[in-house]
Structure formats: structure tokens, C-alpha cells
């Protein structure tokens, strides 16, 4: 865990890709390449999450996938059959965590325990919706008093990124909203470059 943490620390920027076609992956995953993005989470409970996570791991393996919004100890198995490198989960389940380390994948539930996350080892956790949540403040304060970082996500945007990305508790943001799926429908990948590109400007 402790390597992709570093890498999240990195690159910050983790995209989210999410009603995505397979059609369009291919061309997706180019320019996510092109606009510099090298840390992908791929939604599983999306039509075609799992057959995107698998091209990607087969085809793009300067990109580290993982399986996110994974639900079910069957769809994190899935995931990581398909090759993904870490696990998110909007929710805590027991059985998904052990399971993830029992097959040595990084896994980052969402949690808002702290006494939960600390029985159960993990030193990093999901925050969503981290707005909802109280913010930058609230992932600061599970830091000050227990030592968790977070990865964020949920009412972030462009706008807010940079402030979230520059707490020190917070060591990556990831959403769909860093991909428009406009530009993907109208194929124009070399916007979607652009847009990572640029974003990816505002956190370095």
C-alpha cells in the first residue's frame, strides 16, 4: 500500500472515468496519456467498468488503474482479476477489505470512523462527499488527531482542487467531473488531453 500511496502523493490527480462506452475507451485512454494523467480509477459499477479496466491494464501500462465505486466482494475480486491496482469503495465492508488484503491490493474505503480505520489498519481512507463532510477541514482534522490522510472526492472542481490538493492531510482527489463526457461523446480526445493537461497545471 504504502507504493501506491506515494504515487497518489505524486500525482494527485487520480481520474475517474464513469459512463464511459467501450467504444471510446481506447481513444480515452491516448489522452489521458497525452494530458499527462498516469493514475486512473475506473468505475465497476459502470455497463462496461469492467471490460475498460481490463484494456486498460492490457493496453496502457504506463496508466495505474484501479477498480473504483466497487461495492461487493465479487466486483473487487472481478477488479482485481482484470488487473487493478488498488481498490476504492464508497462504503466499508469487511469482507472487501480483507479480501483486498489477502490478494495484496491497496484498498481505500470510504469511511468517516476513525476508531474503524485504525482497528482495521488503514492509514489512508476515502472521504466522499468530502464537502458534505466539512472540507479540507475535516480530512485536516482526521490527520491532526489520529494520523489518517485522505483521498477526496464529492463537490470538488475545478475551482476548489488546488486548496483541497495543498492540505496537508490530503494526498489525491479523484471525480468524474475532471473528464467531460461532451468531449467524449462529440470524440474530441484532444480536448479531453487539454483538459488534463490543464488541471493537472493547477496542482503542480
Not at 466482494?73 to 489477502?102: H, Y
Not at 466539512?134 to 486548496?163: C, E, N, P
Request: aromatic share 8%; with cysteine.
Amino acid at each position: 500500500m504504502a507504493d501506491i500511496t506515494r504515487i497518489f502523493k505524486e500525482h494527485k490527480i487520480i481520474a475517474m472515468i464513469k459512463e464511459v462506452g467501450l467504444s471510446s475507451a481506447a481513444q480515452l485512454g491516448k489522452a489521458l496519456l497525452n494530458g499527462g494523467v498516469r493514475v486512473v480509477n475506473i468505475s465497476q459499477f459502470s455497463r462496461e467498468g469492467s471490460a475498460i479496466l481490463n484494456l486498460f491494464t492490457k493496453d496502457y501500462p504506463e496508466l495505474i488503474c484501479g477498480g473504483g465505486n466497487v461495492q461487493s466482494v465479487e466486483a473487487a475480486s472481478d477488479a482485481i482479476k482484470n488487473g487493478a491496482k488498488f481498490i476504492f469503495s464508497p462504503l466499508f465492508d469487511q469482507q472487501i477489505v480483507d479480501m483486498c488484503r489477502s490478494a495484496n491490493i491497496p484498498v481505500f474505503p470510504v469511511i468517516t470512523d476513525p476508531f474503524l480505520a485504525i482497528e482495521n489498519g488503514l492509514k489512508t481512507i476515502s472521504l466522499y462527499p468530502v464537502e458534505r463532510l466539512g472540507g479540507a477541514r475535516f480530512a485536516q482534522s482526521l490527520f491532526d488527531r489520529f494520523g489518517l490522510t485522505s483521498i477526496v472526492a464529492g463537490g470538488i472542481s475545478k475551482d476548489t482542487i488546488s486548496s483541497y490538493l495543498k492540505t496537508p492531510a490530503i494526498i489525491a482527489a479523484t471525480g468524474a467531473w475532471m473528464i467531460d463526457p461532451s468531449k467524449i461523446d462529440q470524440c474530441d480526445f484532444d480536448g479531453v488531453a487539454d483538459d488534463c493537461r490543464a488541471l493537472l497545471g493547477t496542482v503542480h
